[in-house]
């Protein structure tokens, strides 16, 4: 399979623009998510504030758009903006990467998935096709193509810089996704805060839902 990286955010790098919706009247995204650390017991969130590595700090309005995703993750999770850093009880850094997928020609569809759906993949007499219900279609040259799509959170003690929280989640589909589908991966990243799941696990959230009092 032929990767093209179209981001790297991680907590290592810089990020770009998500610039495809997600698709349309779907509602609900589905993620595997992995968090780690050891929150301390009784420790209520807090306040928060971003902190940004230098490469984030080349596009500003990008990683603000970015920030105001995870922010309503936060939120949701308990936490409270800070009015700065040197005040916020928690640093946050955040990182988004997509990376895209084509078929290359010597691909064997023994290796080919699809999220558990009832889609099965084979190959047609000049082009991959694909079957559904037991009827054959040829294949869409954009359905040759899959983008997987990842969210990090992690969240420092602003005084003694600890590593307290490190949060995650994935997802692929046939687009780039948008802005909310980052929000959505950040909300599924800390839907187990403050307790920690290392192993992938499989979280749902709805897409697009606004955080407590908003």
């Not at 770009?16 to 968090?35: E, K």
């Not at 490190?166 to 980052?182: C, I, K, V, W």
């Amino acid at each position: 399979m032929i990767n093209r990286r179209l981001v790297l955010g991680g907590l290592t790098a810089g990020v770009a623009v998500l610039t495809l919706s997600a698709c349309s009247g779907i509602n609900t995204v589905s993620a595997d998510a992995q968090s780690f650390g050891s929150w301390p017991a009784g420790r209520e969130p807090g306040s928060y504030a971003f902190e940004r590595l230098p490469s984030q700090q080349q596009n500003d309005r990008l990683q603000t758009e970015l920030e105001a995703q995870a922010r309503i993750a936060l939120e949701k999770a308990g936490f409270k903006p800070a009015a700065d850093t040197k005040s916020a009880d928690v640093l946050v850094s955040i990182g988004v990467r997509v990376s895209r997928a084509d078929r290359a020609p010597w691909d064997d569809p023994l290796w080919w998935r699809w999220n558990g759906s009832y889609y099965h993949w084979r190959y047609g007499p000049w082009r991959p096709y694909y079957s559904r219900l037991g009827y054959a279609y040829p294949m869409d040259p954009m359905m040759e193509r899959r983008y997987d799509r990842e969210v990090a959170l992690l969240l420092r003690d602003r005084k003694s810089s600890e590593p307290l929280y490190e949060a995650r989640a994935s997802n692929d589909g046939m687009t780039q996704g948008d802005l909310s589908l980052a929000g959505a991966l950040f909300e599924a990243a800390l839907a187990d805060f403050p307790q920690t799941r290392p192993e992938p696990h499989r979280v749902s959230v709805m897409l697009g839902q606004p955080a407590p009092g908003k």
